[in-house]
Protein backbone atom coordinates (compact mmCIF):
# COMPACT_ATOMS: atom_id res chain seq x y z
CA UNK A 1 0.00 0.00 0.00
CA UNK A 2 2.62 2.21 0.38
CA UNK A 3 4.65 1.93 -2.43
CA UNK A 4 1.16 2.17 -4.49
CA UNK A 5 0.50 5.37 -2.55
CA UNK A 6 4.42 6.74 -3.50
CA UNK A 7 3.76 5.63 -7.34
CA UNK A 8 0.19 7.88 -7.11
CA UNK A 9 2.04 11.06 -5.40
CA UNK A 10 4.61 10.68 -8.04
CA UNK A 11 1.84 10.61 -11.18
CA UNK A 12 0.25 13.94 -9.26
CA UNK A 13 3.47 15.44 -10.18
CA UNK A 14 2.93 18.06 -7.40
CA UNK A 15 5.60 16.96 -4.95
CA UNK A 16 8.28 14.82 -5.19
CA UNK A 17 9.17 11.28 -3.47
CA UNK A 18 12.77 11.19 -3.33
CA UNK A 19 13.41 7.99 -1.05
CA UNK A 20 10.37 5.54 0.78
CA UNK A 21 11.04 4.56 4.18
CA UNK A 22 8.17 2.03 6.20
CA UNK A 23 7.79 0.40 9.46
CA UNK A 24 4.88 -1.66 10.65
CA UNK A 25 3.81 -0.86 13.80
CA UNK A 26 0.64 0.32 16.06
CA UNK A 27 -0.97 3.52 18.10
CA UNK A 28 0.41 2.79 21.39
CA UNK A 29 4.17 2.03 20.06
CA UNK A 30 4.41 5.67 18.04
CA UNK A 31 6.53 6.91 20.83
CA UNK A 32 9.27 4.51 19.86
CA UNK A 33 8.99 4.41 16.27
CA UNK A 34 8.82 8.05 15.49
CA UNK A 35 12.02 8.43 16.20
CA UNK A 36 13.47 5.33 13.74
CA UNK A 37 12.86 7.68 10.85
CA UNK A 38 13.97 10.66 12.66
CA UNK A 39 17.28 11.42 10.56
CA UNK A 40 18.60 14.14 8.95
CA UNK A 41 17.35 12.87 5.76
CA UNK A 42 13.67 12.51 7.45
CA UNK A 43 14.02 15.66 9.49
CA UNK A 44 10.07 16.12 9.18
CA UNK A 45 7.35 13.72 9.33
CA UNK A 46 4.01 13.76 7.16
CA UNK A 47 2.16 11.75 9.54
CA UNK A 48 -1.85 9.78 7.65
CA UNK A 49 -4.47 8.81 9.68
CA UNK A 50 -7.19 7.61 7.16
CA UNK A 51 -9.98 5.51 6.89
CA UNK A 52 -12.28 5.88 9.75
CA UNK A 53 -9.38 4.67 12.26
CA UNK A 54 -9.54 7.52 14.84
CA UNK A 55 -13.18 5.73 15.32
CA UNK A 56 -11.94 2.73 16.58
CA UNK A 57 -9.85 3.83 19.50
CA UNK A 58 -10.82 6.27 22.27
CA UNK A 59 -9.55 9.71 20.30
CA UNK A 60 -7.98 11.13 23.72
CA UNK A 61 -5.84 8.23 23.80
CA UNK A 62 -4.78 8.06 20.40
CA UNK A 63 -4.05 12.04 19.42
CA UNK A 64 -2.38 12.22 22.65
CA UNK A 65 0.15 9.16 22.05
CA UNK A 66 0.52 11.07 17.79
CA UNK A 67 1.08 14.20 19.51
CA UNK A 68 3.59 13.20 22.13
CA UNK A 69 5.51 11.09 18.96
CA UNK A 70 5.65 14.67 16.85
CA UNK A 71 8.33 17.38 16.62
CA UNK A 72 7.63 20.79 16.27
CA UNK A 73 7.61 20.91 12.21
CA UNK A 74 5.26 17.56 11.70
CA UNK A 75 2.05 17.30 10.11
CA UNK A 76 -0.50 15.23 10.67
CA UNK A 77 -3.17 14.75 8.09
CA UNK A 78 -6.76 12.91 9.78
CA UNK A 79 -9.48 11.25 7.62
CA UNK A 80 -12.50 10.60 8.91
CA UNK A 81 -16.44 9.76 8.53
CA UNK A 82 -18.35 12.24 9.93
CA UNK A 83 -22.37 11.59 11.41
CA UNK A 84 -24.28 14.41 9.35
CA UNK A 85 -26.97 13.72 11.58
CA UNK A 86 -27.38 9.92 11.13
CA UNK A 87 -29.18 8.67 14.20
CA UNK A 88 -28.25 5.93 16.05
CA UNK A 89 -30.71 3.09 14.89
CA UNK A 90 -29.17 3.60 11.56
CA UNK A 91 -25.75 3.10 12.28
CA UNK A 92 -27.14 0.15 14.02
CA UNK A 93 -28.90 -1.73 10.70
CA UNK A 94 -25.51 -0.56 8.52
CA UNK A 95 -23.46 -2.31 10.79
CA UNK A 96 -25.32 -5.32 11.43
CA UNK A 97 -24.55 -7.48 8.97
CA UNK A 98 -23.91 -11.20 8.24
CA UNK A 99 -20.23 -11.02 7.27
CA UNK A 100 -19.36 -8.65 9.77
CA UNK A 101 -20.55 -11.49 11.72
CA UNK A 102 -18.98 -13.90 10.07
CA UNK A 103 -15.33 -12.02 11.06
CA UNK A 104 -16.00 -10.49 14.18
CA UNK A 105 -16.79 -14.37 15.29
CA UNK A 106 -13.57 -15.34 15.64
CA UNK A 107 -12.91 -13.23 18.84
CA UNK A 108 -15.25 -15.59 20.97
CA UNK A 109 -14.04 -18.57 18.83
CA UNK A 110 -10.58 -17.88 19.97
CA UNK A 111 -11.84 -17.84 23.67
CA UNK A 112 -12.71 -21.53 22.99
CA UNK A 113 -16.62 -20.51 22.74
CA UNK A 114 -18.90 -22.47 20.31
CA UNK A 115 -20.62 -20.10 17.84
CA UNK A 116 -23.81 -21.25 20.04
CA UNK A 117 -22.75 -19.98 23.12
CA UNK A 118 -23.43 -16.26 22.07
CA UNK A 119 -25.46 -13.97 19.87
CA UNK A 120 -24.05 -11.39 17.78
CA UNK A 121 -25.77 -7.95 18.36
CA UNK A 122 -24.61 -4.48 17.34
CA UNK A 123 -25.67 -1.21 19.74
CA UNK A 124 -25.52 2.28 19.59
CA UNK A 125 -24.13 3.48 23.20
CA UNK A 126 -22.37 6.94 24.21
CA UNK A 127 -21.77 8.22 20.14
CA UNK A 128 -20.57 4.52 19.56
CA UNK A 129 -21.25 1.57 17.75
CA UNK A 130 -20.77 -1.38 19.83
CA UNK A 131 -20.48 -5.01 18.14
CA UNK A 132 -21.17 -7.10 21.06
CA UNK A 133 -21.58 -10.95 21.71
CA UNK A 134 -24.15 -12.12 24.33
CA UNK A 135 -23.28 -15.15 26.42
CA UNK A 136 -26.47 -17.70 25.68
CA UNK A 137 -25.38 -19.69 28.82
CA UNK A 138 -23.13 -19.49 32.09
CA UNK A 139 -19.79 -21.03 30.60
CA UNK A 140 -15.79 -21.30 32.26
CA UNK A 141 -13.09 -20.94 30.37
CA UNK A 142 -10.16 -21.98 31.09
CA UNK A 143 -6.24 -20.81 29.44
CA UNK A 144 -2.68 -20.88 30.95
CA UNK A 145 -3.98 -21.88 34.17
CA UNK A 146 -6.98 -19.08 34.64
CA UNK A 147 -10.65 -19.81 34.71
CA UNK A 148 -13.10 -16.77 33.60
CA UNK A 149 -16.46 -17.93 34.35
CA UNK A 150 -19.42 -15.83 31.85
CA UNK A 151 -22.64 -16.40 32.76
CA UNK A 152 -25.34 -15.95 30.50
CA UNK A 153 -26.48 -12.24 29.40
CA UNK A 154 -22.77 -11.23 30.18
CA UNK A 155 -21.62 -9.29 26.91
CA UNK A 156 -18.13 -9.45 25.13
CA UNK A 157 -17.53 -5.80 23.25
CA UNK A 158 -15.22 -7.13 20.31
CA UNK A 159 -15.67 -3.93 17.87
CA UNK A 160 -16.06 -0.31 18.52
CA UNK A 161 -16.69 2.28 16.16
CA UNK A 162 -17.21 6.17 17.71
CA UNK A 163 -19.23 8.66 15.27
CA UNK A 164 -18.89 12.34 15.53
CA UNK A 165 -20.84 15.23 14.48
CA UNK A 166 -18.53 17.54 12.17
CA UNK A 167 -18.35 19.82 15.17
CA UNK A 168 -17.14 17.33 17.87
CA UNK A 169 -14.97 16.12 15.78
CA UNK A 170 -13.21 19.38 15.14
CA UNK A 171 -13.39 20.15 19.15
CA UNK A 172 -11.67 16.98 19.72
CA UNK A 173 -8.91 17.82 17.44
CA UNK A 174 -8.04 21.42 18.66
CA UNK A 175 -8.19 19.92 21.96
CA UNK A 176 -4.18 18.37 21.03
CA UNK A 177 -3.35 20.39 18.43
CA UNK A 178 -2.42 24.49 17.94
CA UNK A 179 -3.01 24.52 14.42
CA UNK A 180 -5.87 22.57 12.57
CA UNK A 181 -8.03 23.03 9.58
CA UNK A 182 -10.61 21.59 8.98
CA UNK A 183 -12.24 20.32 5.31
CA UNK A 184 -15.63 18.88 4.69
CA UNK A 185 -16.65 16.94 1.76
CA UNK A 186 -19.99 18.50 -0.09
CA UNK A 187 -22.43 15.96 1.67
CA UNK A 188 -21.05 16.32 5.31
CA UNK A 189 -19.87 13.20 5.64
CA UNK A 190 -16.34 12.90 5.54
CA UNK A 191 -13.84 15.25 6.67
CA UNK A 192 -9.91 15.98 7.08
CA UNK A 193 -7.87 17.36 9.59
CA UNK A 194 -4.82 19.09 9.02
CA UNK A 195 -3.03 19.32 12.12
CA UNK A 196 0.37 20.97 13.05
CA UNK A 197 1.68 20.35 16.97
Given at each position: MLNKAARAIKKIKKCE???LKWNISDFENLDNVT???RDAEFEHHFMILLGNTLGN???DDVLHGIKNS???KDVLLIGNGISNGRKGE???KDYKDERINQWLIKVPLLLELKKNDVKYEVRFVNSRIEEIYFLQKNISVKHLGKTVNFKEGDIIVVAISYKYTKDKFGQNIQ???SDVKIYVDKDESYTLAFCRK
Open positions: VLKPLFFDQMAKEWVKFF
